[in-house]
Every structure is written in C-alpha cells, then in structure tokens.
C-alpha cells in the first residue's frame, strides 16, 4: 500500500530524505543491504549435481540390473567360498553390469548436463547500473546494490531497477508488457490512482522497460519482494509435470521389469523343480534378468531425443529438457501469448479512411504485402498531416536500417505513423524541414488532439497550414467540410454516417483510431511572421477539413495465420491467453485464425439476430471470449464446460493466476497443453503446462527458467515445426523400440531351452550385453533419422491414454512373431555350428551336465572323438558368436522392416536413410572385428566362425523381410479388419 | 481370439517346419563317418584312469578301503583289453607304422590289438591291486581319440612325467609299459565309432614306483611328438594331464 502514501510518511518508513533530494545515508542504506540482502531475483533452487547423478544411476532397469550384478557377485563369492577358483565369469559379468549401468548414466547425466548449460548461456552477465542519490550525491551503482528507500533517477531506455514509488515525473511511459501483457506504454505519474498498486500509475515495476521520459522516486521493494519476484516465486512453487514421453517409457520400463522378474522367477523355480542347485537356479535368474532386459533401450531413445533437439536447435527451437521434444508432437492444445508470440509487438498502420473507402496498409514485417491505391489527392493531404503532425523522429545514424527495424524516440502510434509515412512518402525528416513549424500543441488527454501549424513549402504561397491528429470524434466535432478525392465537400449528415460506420468498422476490428484533418489559413489573416499562441490559441480549430482516419494495430506476424491453420489441421487447439483488452484479442484472434471464418460468439449471434445475449443457445456460437473479469467469477466446472463448449476461445484481461487456471483446466479435459509467453507473468503457467515454450529475444529470465523450450526468433510458426518433429520422433521412437526389443526374445530363449532341454549354452551373458549395447546401438539410433510415413500434420494427436509408446500390438508382434522367428535362426545356426564340428542335434539334448564338468576331459562326441573341457568351452564360445551372427542378420533384416510401420519399405525408399545404410555396415564391420580380431576368444569369448555360418540365418532374415511386407500390405488394404487391429504397431 | 490362436498356431508351425527342413538340409550334408570339421577337437587332450571324480588320487596303502575303489575302476576300465578278447576281435598289426585302411568310408575297419599283458607289472594280471596295496601305484594314460589324427607324424608319441611344481626328488622314479612309454604307431588313424567298432585307446602306463609318500605329490605327464601342444595355460588338458598323487603309508 506503499502508493496510498504521502511523500512524508514515505520518508518517515524507510529514513529517506526526498524534499531535499539527499536521498539515503549510505550507512543506512549499507545496513538495509545487509538486512534485505541484494537487489536481484533468486536463482530457483537447482537439484544438486549429485542427486542428478544417483538418480541417473536408480531407474527401474538400472536397479534390476544392480540386482542381476549382486547375483553374480554372490555366486562368485559363493564359489571362492567353496574353494572354486576356475572359472571368474560371474565376477567379469558382475563388472560388466555395473559397468553397463554406470557408463549409461553418465551418459544420460551428461545428455542432462549439456542442456542446463544451453540455459546458463542465455543469462545476462552485465550487470544492471541505476542511478541513486545517496547523501545528497548521485551515484552510478549496481541495481543490485539498492535498498528500499533509496531515491533513483530513470529514464527513457532505462530498465527500472526495483519497485519503485513514483515521486516526480516527466512524460515517463513504461512498458508493462512481461508483467501484464499489456502492450501499450502505461503512464507513470505521481498521483495515485488505483487502490491496487498493480493498476495505480505511481508505481512503476521491477524490470520494467522506461520507454520514455524521466521520473523519479523512491524504492520500496527490492529482489524478492518485488511484484516480479513475487510471481516467479509462485512460479516455481508449480510442481513440474511428467512429460507424458516420461510416463510411456516408466510404463513400459514396469512392464519390462515385470516381464523379466516373472520370467526369471518362473525359471528359477522351473530350475530347482527340475533339481538344480540353488545357486545355480539363482544365476539362472540372473542370466534371464540380462537377456530379457533392453540394456541399451534407454541409451537410444535419449540419443534419438537429443538429435531431434538438435535439429530443432537449428530450426531455432532450443530444448531444455530433452524429454520435451517428444511432448511438443503430442500437444493437444497450445495456449499463446499474444503480444509478441502471435504479434510483432510494435504498432503498425492497418488500414485508412479516406474518400469514403476502407484501404489496407501493409502491415508484414518486412513490407512485401500489397499496398493501396495512392493516387488520390486525399490521400496526399492525409499523408501531409500525418508527416507533419507528428513529433516522433528517427534516431540519428540510421539510414542504413529497413524502416520497420529503425529505432524511434516517441510513442508507439506516433513511431507507427511515422515509420508509415516514411515508408510511403520517403524521407519524412526533409519533408518536415520544408514544411517549417510554426507552433505546436502536443497531445494532452483533456483536449484529445494534437495540432501543429506549417509554412508551406513553396515561399510564394503566403498561407499557412494547420494540421491535426486526434480522437476521431473530437476531430470530426471541429471539422466543417471533408475532403473526398481532393474535393472539399461539406460535412452533411451522410458523410457524418459514412464517418460513423467507418469508425466503427475499425475499431470492430480492435484498432486504434485516430482521426485527421487540416486547414490552409486565410493568409490575410495570418500573414508570415504572424505570431501564434498555443495558450490563447489565436487561430481557428474548429471549421476545419476532414482528411481521414487511420487505424493501427499490434499486427500479427506473417507466419502466424499459416502455423495457426496447421495447428488446425494437425488437430491442435490454439486458445489465445492475453492481458490485452478483448476487442483487441478478439481481432488478433479473427486475424490469425483463431477464430476462424464464419464462426461467431454469443454475442455475435446475439446482434445478427437482434436478440439479448440470454437467449441465444451457447452451442450454436464455435467462439467464445472470456475476459478476466468474468473468469473471476466462474467455477472451475464452468470454465471446463465452456472448454469443451466452444472450440474457439480467446481470453483476454487475463491474470497470472488466471492463466494458470486455464491451463489446468485444459489439462483436466486430457488435453496436452503447450503454453508460449515472453513475460514474468507467463511464468506460472510455462510451468504447470505440459511443455512450456518461452521467447528467446524478448522473454524475460523468469519465462525462460520456468519454459522447458526456447523460441530463439519468437515465431509462434517455429512451434509448428516443433510438434512435427515432436510426432515424428514418438512415431520413430516406436520404431527404434520395436527394434530393440526384438531381439530380447533370442537372446532369452538360449537360456529356456539350456535349462529346459540342457543343450549346450547357446549364447552367453557378455554376448547378449554385446548386441544390447555394441552393436544394435547404432541401427536403433538410426531409425530417429527415418522420414515420416505419411503426413503426420494431418493427424490428430495422439490420445495419451489410447496411443502408447508401447502397445500390446508392439509388443506381440516383436516377441512372439519376428523374435520367435530370430530365435529359430539362432538355432538353426547353432546346430549347424554344433553338427559340423561332431556334436549332432540329437546328442546335444541332455548333454549339458557332461558338456560342464570340467573334470571330465575325453567327452565323447557323434563321431566318437573326444573332446577336453577347454575344447568344448571354445566349442560353445563358437556357438555364442554363431548365435550372435544369426541375431545380428537377422536385426538386419529387422531394421529394414522396422523403417516402416505401414507402408512397404520399397515405397519409403530402400536407401533413403543413409544414416541407416551406413549403421548396417557399421554393425557388419563390428559383427566381423568381434569374431576375427585375435585375443576375442579368451576376453570376450568370440570365436572366428565359419564363412557358412554368417550365410545360414539369411534364409531366416529374407523369411522376417517377406513376412513383414506381407503384413503390411494386409494393414494397408484392409484398414479396420482383424489383420490391421492384431497386426499393427 | 480364436482367430488369433489359429494364427500363431500356423506361424509357429510354418516357423517349425521351416527349422525342421533347415536342420534336415544339414544332416543330409553331414557324413556319418567323418566330421565336416576336425579344428576344435585336435591337437589330442590326455585323460588318465584310474578317475573317479577328480584328479587328486589319494589312498592309505594301510586302510584297503581307500585304494579299492581304484583297483576296481582300472579292472573294470581295462576289461576291454583282456588278451582273449583283442585276440578274438582285433587283428594283429606290423608295428611301428599307420595302420591306413583304404576302401570305402562305410566299409567297417579292422583295429589292432592292444593286449592288457603289454602293461606288464600294471596289467594287474600278476599284482591284482596294481600297485595300490604296496604303495606303488599305476596309473593308465590315454590320449584322446580323433578321426584320422595322425600323431607325431611318423615318429611315436612318448610320454613323459615331472613334477609338476616343488620338490623335484618326491618323484625319483616312473616306469613306463609299454616300450619306454609311447603310442605305438599302429592304432592310428582312428576311424570313428561307426566303422571302428572294435578300437580300443592305446595306453601307457605310468608306474610310480618311488613317490614321497604322507604328501600331495603334483604330477605332470605330458605328451612329446610333433604335432603335439602340451602348452595351452587355458587348457591344461590338451597334451597333457596334471594330478596329484598322495600316499599315506
């Protein structure tokens, strides 16, 4: 309530001296400092490193593989207990876990690291000066250093640096547009008047921008506790949503870790039923927990993720947190900002009245629209009394900067006409200079216009010119006659009703109107030399001539209506959240699409019928505008229900508060809710939104720490950009999943089958971790750069509930048909591997317990021949690279298939994805290095195979390739049948 | 979900009968006689009897009980080669050369006769208990059979017994029967089990005659001959054969 203060009880509650602009003592001040702490908002707090880090280290999978590594640390001890010392492979599998566990969290840590630093980057490290008196003195000092009661000087460029109570000012505006979205300059002066400090004039705003004019005043809040501070605290008491990738992969990592723990279990009981001992039952487990479980699962979809916010980075949408970019492709609804988001945050003429017609300007940013019909002598004597009627000029040293981007000292609708003017009649400055300034009045809110008196340019025409800008009906109340093309006619009531639609037509449209008109005086009368005065105002201003009207308007930027239709297609609700004034919204809206062609809301309804807002039925209207004060009233239900009623919505005079509201309603329909705002006030709901999107140039800090994604160039069209990758990356996702969990399956059989029927181990636990998180890394990843099917912006986004990552069809079909089909080459290859070298199919059955006993050094084979332990061991390492080879063939085979979930690989292109081509032949080369390079087979227990066995699981893999174009063409012809519901992932 | 059944039930038949053909495409390839590939199991390990459950052989001459056991496993192993049944199965072969039988792969093939009496003082014809009873136990090296090996190329494969690590003078003296202990050409090539019914390993036995007794006494036995590995750390059985000895007195 420090507003409704006089100056002295100021003085008197924070020990200031204002009167006599002495300021504080700086020993005071010192001691506040102490007290208040610095002037500076407080960083939210950050998780520490290491809890980042253990919780890289703690994920489902990650535990059951701490668990598999625990097992195997047991059983080693167990077996240097009992005095066992020949074989150390539990203890090398132990290792090799928690090696696993430990390299994908710092490599997820990192991934996490990497993206916190693109934020640090974005903080500005100059430090804020401001301008203090303290003992009488004026100091230039940090903005951090203030404390309350310190008196500051501002001006025009300044950023105010705390909440500050006006005391004295001249022409100051501010901009409040992060804070209240308004965008529109606010005047600030030292009266009060509003009872709350967020309305009242007298107070000015931490962080604000002072556009122009001095003030000063006393400080009476500083870094937390000031208004800004204030909702970025409110900010980070939201709790962070789950992006809804984060519930599909914990979802699917339950299952799996069920699955596994099931599968283990079943088997560890099966293998002491059958009468293993128990801690051969127990590594058994162990061995079915590795080879079940997707090791490198996590390590690709977080490399799939970051080359996507790669690539988004470089189509200017920069991601946080990674796990957003995924979130953006399901958004269902987008709540934008509108000042600066859909606009381009500057005003700019629109459109002019003049001979009785409507013309448009061009309003694009970079002035390739079409312009009007110019060659009316109205609209020479418009465009004169717009150029010389102005006070607004360029700053010096410009001449080499597109007008649009030039910088102007004046307010907003004067740089608009100005820029306008120069725009369409050159360089305005000379112009001004031709036409010398008599006298002028400037713009004052009692009178409501602006005049300004010229010679003409030609010296031998004596007369002078009196021009005039205002509010159109003040403007139109002092003119006698208007002109339409280059006639003066006299204003009859007709052309006072032409006037009257025009003028309503454009403020309908949510624009600022400001009329023109102007006068040649009678040179009789006012010879040169004749001395005006503003104060007694000698000269005529009523009688004059009506030239026109011209409308301006924050305009939207030229890439918005188009990304706004996208949206539409893409089955994304754009809902416009605003603090500006409902007329104004409404027209936005109208203007970019959001409310489309042809839709009405209830009150549009309401005029077209003639009848009362009361009795028009709610559902009829497609649109609707709800303003702040209304929503103040409404019910949570009610807000959901006109939700759900209108699909059009625009809610303008909003709160931060209220947006926050907003936003959770949406959310309570289901909806994914992405929500983009530059300003302070944005922060809440950046934050409680499913994805937040904030502004890169003119979002504030606050809007960026609480956003999970950052618009470097503020085009709402980069959104658009984002949920298409955002789709495609869940669509290749699924790809890249389906993949890896593929060859789970042979990788888990080898055991079922050794333990069931006791052949040989087929495949060993360091050869599964090989394939996991060697060679099937780099396919996986590559399906990330795989192309869209089929326009996925044509597709309604996916239901969170209905359409998971993962779904049972997935699942089923890469376990028990293309993985089935894998584990019977893995066999196939396997008894070739065995039959070859002596040991027939047949043989193999129960042989286990022999084949393992390593005192038993003459074991005979099909043939005969008698084999030591140490040649058997090699024999079944060679079945583990044989087993390996046949998997590896076959993921070839099931990449390629794997590049499409509907169309036939041959219409998606064979070689399209080069990344994919080279992936394989990086998997072949690595397949080739662990079998061949020497040493393998003592390290890594891989054996140089044959030439043959690489060529037996390719029947297998064409069987996988034909299998699945047939499915596909069965999912393509008969969409909705049994095939396409039980067949399609 | 009848229908879904009825088509996994196909798919995995159709998956059943694509690997059953598979793996009879590769018995048809595979010859009964010979191994395609011979790599893995050659060069030849070694393997000893008598075993019984490890290769640690410790008995107290004293107590009959811990040596029975042994006496039994070497009767039993080594009925095979009782001098009436080599006679009576097995032909008689010049010594000092392969034993080749051309002919077809599937004509059944003659084996020599190894005689249980070659083994002289470990035939356990004279001394039933081989030994065991008077603290000079035998011990049978066998080398292990692979089809068509041909070991030393030409020249016999001996065998000789060390101390495996420590104390060099626990083993003062082995005898070795037959003939200074090697493998005497003539039981080699081996033909496989399908067509040499009637082989029978050679053998040389190892007669330690002079062990330290009341201690674990680690032997060494390794073959020498070309051809021959007896040097793998990984596979301490490929070309020789590492067991203790203890004797309690």
């Known amino acids: 309530d420090d507003h409704q203060l006089s100056v002295e009880d100021l003085e008197l509650k924070y020990q200031t001296n204002v009167t006599k602009v002495r300021g504080m003592n700086s020993t005071v001040a010192g001691e506040i400092l102490l007290r208040d702490g610095p002037n500076e908002l407080k960083p939210p707090k950050g998780t520490p490193e290491y809890v980042k880090f253990a919780r890289q280290l703690a994920g489902g999978l990650q535990c059951l593989m701490w668990v598999a590594a625990a097992i195997c640390l047991i059983a080693f001890g167990i077996q240097c207990g009992q005095g066992d010392l020949t074989s150390a492979d539990n203890l090398y599998l132990a290792i090799a876990l928690i090696a696993v566990v430990v390299v994908t969290g710092c490599f997820g840590y990192y991934q996490e690291f990497k993206s916190t630093n693109i934020i640090a980057s974005f903080k500005n490290l100059v430090p804020q000066q401001a301008t203090v008196i303290r003992d009488g003195d004026k100091f230039q000092i940090n903005a951090n250093q203030l404390v309350v009661g310190d008196l500051v000087e501002i001006k025009g460029g300044d950023r105010v640096p705390a909440d500050i109570r006006i005391i004295t000012a001249q022409g100051c505006k501010v901009d409040n547009s992060s804070l209240t979205g308004e965008s529109e300059p606010q005047t600030r002066a030292p009266e009060c008047t509003h009872e709350s400090p967020l309305e009242t004039r007298n107070i000015a705003f931490f962080s604000t921008m002072c556009l122009e004019g001095t003030a000063t005043g006393i400080i009476v809040n500083t870094g937390d506790r000031t208004i800004i501070g204030r909702i970025a605290s409110l900010a980070s008491g939201v709790e962070n949503e789950k992006t809804p990738i984060a519930i599909e992969i914990e979802h699917f990592v339950d299952i799996i870790a069920g699955l596994a723990i099931f599968f283990g279990g079943t088997f560890f009981i099966v293998a002491m039923v059958i009468g293993y001992p128990f801690l051969k039952a127990m590594v058994f487990f162990m061995a079915i927990v590795v080879a079940y479980v997707p090791e490198g699962l996590l390590a690709t979809v977080t490399v799939c993720l970051s080359l996507t916010a790669k690539r988004l980075a470089r189509k200017n949408c920069v991601v946080k947190n990674l796990e957003a970019v995924e979130t953006l492709g399901s958004t269902s609804v987008i709540c934008s900002d509108k000042t600066g988001t859909l606009t381009q945050n500057r005003m700019t003429v629109s459109h002019l009245w003049f001979d009785n017609q409507i013309h448009t300007a061009d309003t694009t940013e970079d002035q390739s629209g079409q312009s009007f019909d110019q060659s009316s002598e109205t609209w020479r004597a418009l465009c004169k009394i717009v150029s010389l009627c102005n006070r607004a000029f360029f700053k010096s040293g410009q001449d080499n900067v597109p007008v649009p981007k030039r910088i102007v000292i004046g307010d907003a609708s004067e740089t608009a006409l100005l820029k306008f003017s120069e725009i369409t009649l050159g360089n305005v400055m000379e112009y001004r200079e031709r036409y010398k300034k008599a006298c002028e009045i400037p713009f004052n809110s009692t009178n409501k216009f602006q005049l300004s008196i010229h010679e003409l340019e030609d010296p031998r025409d004596p007369r002078y010119l009196l021009v005039m800008k205002g509010a159109p009906e003040r403007i139109l109340e002092r003119c006698a006659t208007i002109m339409i093309k280059g006639q003066e006619l006299p204003l009859d009531e007709q052309w006072k009703e032409a006037f009257q639609t025009a003028y309503m037509d454009l403020g309908g449209l949510g624009e600022r109107v400001l009329g023109f008109c102007h006068l040649y005086l009678d040179p009789g009368q006012f010879p040169r030399g004749f001395a005006f005065d503003t104060e007694d105002m000698n000269f005529p201003t009523s009688g004059l001539c009506f030239a026109g009207l011209i409308s301006m308007i924050d305009p939207p930027r030229a890439t918005v209506p188009d990304a706004v239709m996208k949206c539409r297609t893409a089955g994304i609700r754009v809902i416009m959240v605003t603090g500006d004034h409902p007329i104004t919204a409404k027209a936005i809206a109208a203007s970019v699409g959001i409310i489309s062609e042809g839709s009405e809301t209830v009150e549009d309804i309401a005029a077209r019928m003639r009848i009362p807002v009361e009795q028009v039925n709610k559902r009829e209207a497609r649109a609707c505008v709800v303003n702040g004060g209304q929503l103040k009233d409404m019910e949570t239900e009610e807000l959901v229900e006109i939700l759900k009623m209108h699909p059009e919505m625009v809610f303008a005079r909003t709160s931060p508060q209220q947006k926050l509201i907003i936003v959770e309603s949406c959310q309570k329909l289901g909806a994914i809710v992405a929500v983009t705002g530059d300003g302070v006030n944005d922060s809440p709901a950046l934050k409680k939104a499913d994805i937040g999107v904030a502004m890169g140039i003119a979002g504030s800090d606050a809007a960026k720490n609480a956003a999970d994604m950052i618009l470097l160039d503020d085009n709402f069209a980069s959104i658009v950009t984002g949920v298409e990758q955002g789709r495609l990356i869940f669509d290749n996702l699924k790809k890249s999943i389906a993949y890896t969990l593929t060859k789970n399956i042979p990788e888990l059989t080898p055991y079922l089958i050794y333990i069931t029927v006791s052949v040989p181990l087929p495949l060993g636990c360091i050869t599964i971790l090989f394939i996991e998180l060697c060679t099937d890394i780099f396919p996986s990843v590559s399906l990330a750069y795989e192309k869209a099917e089929s326009d996925i912006m044509h597709l309604k986004p996916r239901n969170p509930r209905r359409d998971r990552l993962v779904n049972e069809a997935l699942a089923v079909y890469s376990y028990f048909q293309i993985g089935a089909i894998q584990s019977f080459a893995g066999f196939t290859d396997y008894f070739t591997a065995m039959a070859q070298e002596g040991w027939f199919p047949l043989l193999c059955v129960g042989l286990r317990a022999q084949w393992e006993n390593d005192h038993l050094q003459d074991l005979q084979d099909s043939y005969g021949q008698e084999w030591t332990f140490g040649q058997r061991l090699y024999q079944e390492y060679t079945c583990y690279t044989v087993f390996f080879i046949s998997i590896e063939m076959c993921q070839i085979s099931d990449v390629l298939i794997r590049k499409t979930r509907r169309l036939s690989v041959f219409q998606q292109g064979f070689f399209r994805n080069k990344i994919l081509v080279i992936a394989i032949v990086f998997q072949l080369c690595l397949g080739c290095f662990l079998c061949y390079c020497p040493g393998m087979p003592n390290i890594f227990n891989f054996m140089p195979i044959r030439f043959q066995w690489w060529l037996v699981p390719l029947p297998y893999g064409i069987l996988i390739f034909v299998y699945d174009e047939i499915r596909k063409l069965g999912v393509r012809r008969h969409p909705g049948s049994w095939w396409d519901k039980e067949l399609y992932y | ?249």
Request: with cysteine; aromatic share 14%.
């Open chain 2, 1 to 249: 979900a009848g229908l879904i059944l009825l088509f996994y039930l196909i798919l995995y038949m159709f998956l059943a009968g694509m690997f059953s053909f598979c793996i009879y495409g590769l018995l048809l390839t595979l010859s009964p006689y010979t191994p395609t590939y011979r790599d893995r199991v050659s060069p030849p390990g070694v393997m000893i009897r008598p075993y019984l459950h490890g290769f640690t052989i410790a008995f107290n001459v004293s107590e009959p009980s811990t040596w029975t056991p042994y006496v039994n496993s070497m009767h039993h192993f080594l009925q095979a080669y009782d001098d009436n049944i080599q006679e009576e199965k097995n032909i008689e072969c010049p010594a000092g050369q392969y034993f080749v039988q051309d002919g077809a792969e599937s004509k059944e093939k003659k084996a020599c006769q190894f005689k249980r009496s070659q083994l002289q003082n470990c035939s356990g014809i004279e001394d039933p208990t081989f030994g065991y009873s008077t603290g000079q136990p035998c011990i049978l090296l066998k080398m292990n059979r692979i089809i068509g090996y041909r070991p030393g190329y030409g020249t016999p494969v001996s065998v000789n017994c060390a101390i495996q690590k420590g104390n060099e003078s626990a083993l003062k003296s082995v005898d070795f029967y037959p003939g200074n202990g090697t493998f005497d050409l003539m039981y080699y090539p081996y033909y496989g089990k399908l067509t040499h019914v009637n082989y029978t390993s050679p053998l040389v036995a190892l007669h330690f005659t002079d062990v330290k007794k009341n201690d674990f006494v680690p032997i060494q036995c390794r073959l020498n001959g070309e051809g021959i590995v007896n040097n793998v750390t990984n596979d301490r059985f490929l070309g020789r054969i590492i067991f203790t000895l203890s004797i309690g007195m």
